[in-house]
């Protein structure tokens, strides 16, 4: 059984004319020529893609948006949480982000440009800064024979440098936390490979943390005699924003040796009212390799005194002591160095380290100050970027020990397709480069402000929130708003099987939320009725958003009452049992029971007929937040029989957990675990999506399995916690792999949300026609549960290769795309639901053969 063909790079690479393979670059993972351009420019979903008759039911809608958005961002001068006028365009230039979790983030382009910047919580800079450069020196018998920055732009600015590289000698390898850039050097008979890493270590709650990349330059001499490189790192003080003009900047260069390791750099200072912020470029000193520095040039000038200053001897020879403040409406940048001799036939590293050093944070209403959780390792005082640098400069061979450990296995398991590999670990981008915080708790929190039942209930301080800090991650980068949990159930896999105590914090959090409540009357956008703004035990759609301050105020959404949603009640349940039972945590476990039996009391009021099952109310009132709904619908019907499995468990749980259960069954009933399967089943093919009785109403929707999915997650959906009949599932799951995926886009693109039975997309609405990558890495696993193997791979290798290969989305993977022209919402967190593919693997016992690449 074949589950996919080919390598998972061969045509990013055709114009890559170099010979030259690297040095330690993977065999697998994202790889791409730096000529390379994609033929398919896509444009951002737009008013103008609404159908006419979407365009009259969201008439409403748009008049109210319009008018919020209009106060949000011209009277308040905020960025709206969703900003549906400005959608980010397509740029495909994006590569691995550098740094750890909840530090911010900088990404580096897959063409070597520093070009997305997430240093203020939550919000994004997409700016492509020039200056952010690394250039090589090669000198032969004390003669500069080739100096070159090493980038194909051709900029208006610094022009007395070299720019220009010809990318066809060059290409990019991603295999997230750690990327490679080669270049091979015409004429030169030099290769460079530059390998980046990131501290991504799975249960690692420390080193993660730290806002650092380390550039690790390997030098290849295929020449018989000795030369001597250098490579420069220039950098500017700031992000590209007008901050950088507004003055007051200022550089020093800064030495640190300790325990016998010297590594030497620039500070550059970013002196701004709230959040200040100072970077840090340095290079290790070691045998054989010096260290020079350029403290202070003018970014926006020819750069000829650096150009010059490097060309002379392969050294930076700055003036001594601090540079000058900047005057307003002036930029001021730096520039540090390395230099080592390279033997004949022979190899030699330089090592270099970014670090940024935020250590407190204000969110958008600047109510309270924060602590980032790599200032309980470095301090609090906004002078740490030297200890970050020398500490990653001397710890990251540990990192990438500890990173290979872990991907050794996967990556050496010949029957996993090796798109698949590029797949699930470039996909964890997002979580560090989601607008991420991970922040401490003040010893004195109270995170239920107070509220405490007679029968006990959440702590004021749970101890995984003491220990482990605060963490929060965006729904996108385009759609603002922390731990949307709708969509964290999708996405929560990663964090579970990789970061458990952090999946555990974020649930004391919105467990938290539940038992509190805000009063505030708002107006929701699409009924355009008042209601409250967070109801005491309904799970909120999220945390808040970063411009107001998040944990005080939740639910920064406010097209819908999500208070009226039928979903987020059961995916609580739902992922609070899948958690206990990876972690086994019983303190966990029974500090979340009341918040379940809570919750699940508030959902009974959407079974208006008493027979066990959610009726929808006839609008979007769930995750398919643009696709109507009324009466039952099975991928939420099956949810609340999930949750009633989950919460009728063996008697050797806690006490609690067993009392609360049988309240659970006397009001459901087992009987309904039996029933629904059969009375929703359509001709014994498949779940109807409602019962409306309207033209979309026996449409196949590829998530109607996303119960069944959590259940087995947790080893369950056999036996006496069978919520449907196996045979039911599977051909749901046959239909949807007939429907869904082979017959939209030849099997090419995944699965679309909705199609109809006669193998048309469902164009009733906005959503029903797009496919939603985190949806379909969940079908997948759902298939791979079942048995189903070649279907699973086959269905998620549509996606990927469609966003990382046709589209040119790597490290931005929308929410969705459409078979033709448009995609939705970059870089989404629902994707990191590929994890659950890597979950449903690992349950089986022997892994399956049958899933190896065509030759």
Known sequence: MEASSGASYPDLMQKYTGSSRGVGVPEFGWRICLAHEFKEKRKPFQASNVSLSNIVNHFGLGIRYLIWWHRKTRVEKKAPFIDMFNSLPLRQIYGAPLGGFGGGTITRGWRGEFCRWQLNPGMYHYKSVITDQFTVCVRKNGQTIFQQVLSMERPHKLQSWNWGFCGTYAFYHALYPRAWSVYELPGQGLTLTCRQISPIIPHDYKDTSLPVGVFVWSIENQNTEELDVSIMFTLRNGMGTKED????????????????????????????????????????????????????????GMGLEVWRDLMQDGRLDSPAGKGPKTHKGRKTAAAVAATCTVPGKGQNTLEFCLAWDMPTIYFGAREKQHL?????????????????????????????????????????????????????????????????????????????????????????????????????????????????????????????????????????????????EDTTQRVHLMSGRMSQVNSKNVVPHDIGDPEDE???????????????????????????????????????????????????????????????????????????????VTGPRIALGKCPLCSVSLLSLRSGAPRCWSCLSRWFIVRLGWSLLMLTGSLCLISGK???????????????????????????????????????????????????????????????????????????????????????IGVVYGLAATMIQEGMMKEGFKTAEGCYRTVWERLGMAFQTPEAYCQKNIFRSLAYMRPLSVWSMQLALEKLQPTPNGLEDKP
């Open 245 to 300: 003009e507004k003055g007051g900047h200022w550089n020093e260069p800064f030495h640190l040796e300790k325990e016998g390791e010297e590594v030497a750099g620039i500070l550059l200072h970013h002196c701004i009212p709230v959040n200040p912020y100072t970077m840090a470029i340095s290079a290790r000193a070691k045998d054989g390799v010096a260290v020079s520095h350029y403290t202070a040039f003018d970014p926006s």
């Open 372 to 516: 980032r959780r790599y200032a309980r390792f470095f301090g609090s005082r906004g002078d740490a970027a030297p200890a970050l640098c020398h500490y990653a400069l001397t710890c990251f061979e540990d990192w990438e020990r500890r990173i290979e450990e872990w991907q050794h296995p996967i990556l050496n398991n010949r029957d996993l397709p090796s798109w698949y590999k590029s797949a699930l670990f470039n996909e964890l981008y997002f979580l560090s480069d989601g607008g991420t915080v991970w922040v401490e708790v003040p010893d004195d929190t109270d995170i239920t402000g107070g509220i405490r039942s007679k029968e006990g209930g959440l702590p004021a301080l749970p101890t995984v929130l003491k220990e482990f800090g605060r963490f929060a991650y965006l729904e996108g980068q385009e759609y603002r708003m922390y731990n949307t949990y709708d969509v964290h159930f999708y996405a929560s896999f990663a964090l579970i099987m990789l970061w458990p105590q952090l999946e555990l914090s974020l649930q004391y959090d919105i467990a938290a939320a539940v038992v509190k």
């Open 550 to 628: 998040p944990w005080e105020r939740v639910n920064a959404y406010l097209i819908h009452d999500t208070a009226d949603w039928k979903d987020l009640n059961l995916k609580f349940v739902l992922q609070v049992y899948r958690d206990y039972h990876l972690t086994h945590d019983d303190l966990y476990l029974q500090d979340m029971w009341p918040v379940c039996q809570a919750v699940m009391e508030s959902e009974l009021k959407f079974d208006t007929d008493g027979d066990g099952l959610i009726e929808n109310s006839g609008y979007a009132d769930q995750t398919y937040d643009g696709w109507a």
């Open 686 to 772: 498949y779940y109807n999506y409602d019962n409306s009785g309207k033209c979309y109403s026996n449409s196949v929707m590829s998530d109607q399995c996303a119960g069944q999915w959590f259940l087995r997650a947790c080893d369950l959906g056999d036996g006496e916690f069978e919520a449907f009949p196996k045979s039911h599932i599977l051909s749901a799951l046959k239909t949807i792999y007939d429907l869904n995926v082979m017959s939209f886009a030849n099997g090419t693109m995944g699965a679309v949300n909705g199609m109809r039975p006669d193998g048309h997309p469902d164009t009733s609405s906005v959503q029903s026609d797009e496919v939603w």
